[in-house]
């Protein structure tokens, strides 16, 4: 696809305020100077505006501003300056977004209700069409049913605000990038709003033959037709035309030397495929809705709900490294076995989720939020397949000589239903201690007649003991259904899996001596059941238990002077069975951001900006060898001047252009960091 260049406007970055208040999606931020955004509240930890300093969780809230200044072109881009959090965990990928958070891999939200029910059968969501991101460690399938044990990223989008602005920006970068963004937003009149958020994207990547084109629509519109009543109608077309900058490049040959051909090394960014016929082309159709109602100060009502139609076509290549990852090449040195697969992949998705929220006290110290809801949530997924093997020359392949294959024939669906019941109190003690209980039941089913059901529970508490010092202790359980049956070894399968479930006891302490300033420590344990082991003599079982432990602290700071600093560090220690095929994460994770504004002459002004992000080595184990992978650091650079409705901005991330591996793994296969991606923006706002 040649992206067609169309005009889209664009809506306001942030209006100066001045005062606290809470933004058109819920969230309650305080801007205490034109360029200084601090969210003090969020949604995603007790599906109610709670105060940050409030919830016995930490949740990470990251927004638009801030992580479009990091650079970031992707959504797992947006997570990489948070603690806890890996990003890019197999470096960039065109085809899915990837994050880990606390060892783990986390699961993808939009909106409170779950994005992403398979891979390879969706293209990526955009983080243009997002007002934040945010980030709930640890277990939370009280609040959102299954879920990763490790935590969840959800993505908020951007809705219709009651006033009229907006912004039109012009990008050109690395590997001949041309984009137009825009975000328009429209006050109809005093109760009604439009906005529309969009993207247009020619661009080419660092691996030959892959492009990254896009183009992202996304209209909405709210109407309160009552001082009680809010409305909230969102849509979004997006098309990815693409492929995949994961090569899955053998371990041998690239990380390790060929022993058998010395000379011979394969670059990092090399391309192993068949121009025009490998490719990630995919379109999502997406339309909800939401409704809040309040029937007095003590009830109010949310209704949400959205559909997903997701096409995608995904062809590849990629060498056969696994078959004997210490060797994989022939004799010569040279031959490997090359593997195509060709794939077609429809997804459909109905999420709801409907809760109401009493507000009361019981006493004159007790102030209650009980929270009562039921959410449910649909999904297809279709596939159909054809693939090929052939042995060719990897350090010289023949493109034109490569065999291709198109699917054909009924593709084979698999669907899932979860209904969930859910039931949360937040209680309020003397303004200064705040208890959450919470409870869930849910069922899950499957179209190969797998039955699921889960009962989890979550207990925390919060107080704040003077100077803005607020110790938590909280515990989280989760679940996750897992589908197919044990493997017996010998070509029969045994019974069906059961959900992994697990538990954490979380301890830390909040400061937050001013509204400038937060402060989060915490350490945790988490306890993983049920994992899959995958046996050195073949099949599976299923008894795996995995221990992770580990401490955070993230601390973010602004200075008088528009002087705005974050700093984070994660470590996290796994523990698990042999051969259950987990590939170690890195035990160390550190990131540092800041920014710093300048008057300049005629009121305009400069914004310079920097940050480092660090990943500590991390291990990969399989029954024949181990592969350490070595520690990487990068830098992030922003440049930017503001002047009248003018924004000039230049963008860079891996700025020192380190070369390295994201991650490579015992199986046999590596996969590269992004190499240095340099951005120049001219944006007008209005």
Known sequence: MKVKWIALGGAAIMASCHTVAYAADGAMIADTDQDSIIVTAATTGSKTDTALVELPQPIKVITSEQYLSQGAISISDTV?????????????????????????????????????????????????????????????SVLFGQGSIGGLVNLVSKTPEFRTGGELNLVYGSYDRKEIMGDVNVALADNLAVRFVGRARDAETYVDHVPDDRVMFAPSIRWQPTPDTDIVLTGLYQEDDTGSTSQFLPIVGTFLPNTAYPQGKLGQYAFVGKPGWDRYNGRSLQGGGSITHSFSDAIKVNLKARYIDSDLEYNTHYANSYANPQNPFEADGRTIGLYADASDAKMNVFSTDNNFQFNFNTGATLEHKLLVGIDYSWNKVGKRYAGGYEIIDLYDIDTDALLTYDPSGPYIYESQKQLGVYVQDQ???????????????????????????????????????????????????????????????????????????????????KWQPDINTLVTAT????????????????????????????????????????????????????????????????????????????????????????????????????????????????????????????????????????????????????????????????????
């Open 80 to 140: 990489k300056y948070a603690a806890g959090v890996l990003a890019n965990p197999y470096g960039r990928d065109t085809r899915v977004d990837g994050f880990n958070v606390r060892g783990l891999d986390a699961l993808q939200f939009r909106d409170g209700m779950r994005d992403i029910f398979s891979y390879y059968a969706s293209i990526t969501s955009d983080p243009y069409n997002f007002s934040r991101v945010e980030i709930l460690r640890g277990p939370a």
């Open 427 to 509: 209680i309020r003690l003397y303004d200064r201690v705040s208890v959450v209980l919470g409870a869930r039941r849910d069922r899950v089913t499957g179209s190969s007649g797998q039955k699921d059901n889960a009962t989890t529970f979550r207990a925390g508490i919060i107080g704040e003991i003077g100077a803005g010092v607020s110790p938590f202790f909280s515990y989280t359980e989760s679940f996750l259904p897992v589908a197919g049956r044990i493997d017996n070894g010998d070509g029969t399968f045994g019974a069906p899996y059961r959900p992994q479930t697990g538990t954490q006891y979380e301890a830390g302490v």
């Open 523 to 686: 350490v945790f344990k988490i306890k993983e059941r049920n994992r899959v082991l995958y046996l050195a003599a073949g099949g599976t079982a299923q008894s795996g238990v995995l221990d992770t432990k580990g401490f955070e602290i993230e601390a973010s700071h602004t200075l008088p002077g528009n002087f705005e600093l974050l700093a984070n560090y994660g470590y996290a220690k796994l523990k698990s069975e042999t051969n259950t095929s987990l590939d170690y994460m890195p035990r160390h994770t550190a990131s540092f951001w800041t920014t710093k504004t300048f008057g300049l002459m005629d009121e305009a002004q400069l914004r310079l900006g920097g940050g480092v992000v660090y990943s500590g080595k991390s291990v990969s184990t399989s029954s024949l060898w181990s592969i350490v992978t070595p520690a990487r650091t990068t830098v992030d650079a922003l440049a930017e001047i503001n002047w009248n409705s003018w924004r000039f901005a230049l963008n860079a991330t891996n700025l020192l252009n380190n070369e390295y591996y994201a991650s490579c793994l015992a199986r046999g296969d590596c996969f590269v960091g992004a190499p240095r991606n340099v951005m120049g923006t001219v944006g007008f706002r209005f």
